[in-house]
């Protein structure tokens, strides 16, 4: 005969504090999704704030279909959606004009991310963002946010050299675009994992007359092999030695890397430097939708609760 268990229930431990200037500035974060990731997920709802912005990632090989669908889901949600648009895996301004209406017919998208992309060689007639803008069809379809990509740690694919000579002649072209057009624009970077060279780019810009906001990236919760692989692959190469020394530990080898020391130095910052140009956090799941958005709630206190909560 089992003995019964008289043990008092476990009580829930008290809410978490968290750490106010981090929680200011996890305020209205974004994040990124593919149709794939995004298909696992049963209810975004439970995960994400009333009208977070999620980015809808358009890998190469990927149908436009599928990345209508997902927007269609996430705006049905009530998220703000922003899809990407590669350059480089656009053939041609009748492609790009389909994708635009098609987009805004079936699932009201106003915004999008405008990148060159990962392609080495251009599909057809597009290699930049530039040139996608050029096009004049974002701001015939009254598209009301376009953002364009940043690199804090510099893009040999734009710069061979390792400098960021060409980076910031196309930064100044944007900036001078956002001023003749009424779309709101910004910059949403490639992930970093150290503040320090993240302030230091984000104040040179400011210095050469680039005031484009920026939406720092940042990679969620993820194991350690995870983001050195995707650091690898992406070129971010001053940071990959924060994950470097951290593999050489073997206390915290085995633990999964959250961006909580970057995104405390970076809040920290913020809140002594009020005109400090960062403007928004923008999260790479690198570990999964659900890993990330359950940090974000533990760390960003009220306004990371999820919309269904």
Same mark, same amino acid.
């Given at each position: 005969?089992a003995?019964? #268990?008289?043990?008092?229930? &476990? ?7 968290? #750490?106010p200037?981090?929680?200011? @500035?996890?305020k209205?974060? /974004? ?20 009208g ?12 436009i ?6 927007a269609?889901?996430?705006? +049905? %949600? ?6 990407? @648009?590669p350059?480089?895996?656009?053939? #041609? ?5 389909? $994708?635009? %209406?098609r987009y805004? /017919? !079936? &699932?009201?998208?106003?915004q ?14 597009? !290699?930049? /963002? ?5 096009t004049?069809?974002?701001d015939?379809?009254g598209?009301?946010?376009?953002h364009?990509? *940043?690199?804090?740690? *510099?893009n040999r694919?734009? %710069? ?9 002649? &196309?930064?100044? $072209?944007k ?5 003749r057009?009424? +779309?709101?624009?910004?910059? +949403?970077?490639?992930?970093? @994992? !150290?503040?320090d060279?993240?302030?230091? $780019?984000? #104040? ?5 007359g ?9 990679? *969620? ?8 692989? @995707? ?7 001053? /940071?990959?030695?924060?994950?470097? =020394?951290?593999?050489?530990?073997v206390? =915290? ?10 995104? =405390?130095k970076l ?9 400090f140009n960062?403007?928004a ?7 999964g939708? =659900?890993?990330n958005?359950? $940090? ?10 999820p919309?269904?909560?």
């Amino acid at each position: 005969m089992a003995l019964l #268990n008289f043990k008092r229930p &476990a009580t829930p431990d008290a809410a978490k504090p968290v #750490n106010p200037e981090l929680e200011m @500035f996890l305020k209205d974060y /974004s994040i990124e999704v593919m149709p794939r990731t995004a298909e696992k997920v049963e209810d975004f709802r439970a995960l994400l704030p009333e009208g977070t912005r999620v980015y809808i990632a358009h890998i190469e090989g990927t149908p436009i279909e599928d990345m209508v669908t997902t927007a269609a889901r996430l705006a +049905a %949600d009530g998220y703000n959606v922003m899809p990407h @648009f590669p350059a480089r895996i656009i053939a #041609n301004e009748a492609i790009l004009s389909d $994708w635009i %209406d098609r987009y805004q /017919s !079936e &699932a009201g998208v106003d915004q999008a991310l405008l990148l060159a992309g990962g392609p080495p060689k251009p599909a057809g007639e597009f !290699e930049s /963002s530039m040139q996608l803008i050029e096009t004049g069809l974002f701001d015939k379809a009254g598209f009301k946010r376009l953002h364009v990509a *940043g690199h804090p740690e *510099g893009n040999r694919d734009i %710069d061979p050299d390792g400098g960021d000579a060409m980076v910031m002649e &196309a930064l100044r $072209w944007k900036q001078a675009f956002s001023e003749r057009t009424d +779309a709101q624009m910004a910059i +949403a970077t490639q992930f970093a @994992f !150290e503040a320090d060279p993240v302030i230091a $780019w984000a #104040n040179r810009l400011s210095a050469e007359g680039i005031r484009l906001p920026i939406h720092i990236g940042v990679a *969620g919760p993820a194991k350690l092999q995870t983001l050195i692989r @995707f650091a690898i692959a992406c070129g971010v190469g001053p /940071s990959l030695d924060v994950l470097q =020394k951290r593999a050489k530990d073997v206390t =915290k080898l085995l633990l999964p890397f959250e961006p909580t020391d970057i995104l =405390k130095k970076l809040a920290a910052h913020k809140a002594a430097t009020p005109d400090f140009n960062i403007e928004a956090v923008h999260f790479f799941p690198l570990g999964g939708i =659900k890993t990330n958005a359950q $940090w974000a709630i533990e760390n960003g206190g009220a306004s990371t609760r999820p919309a269904n909560t």
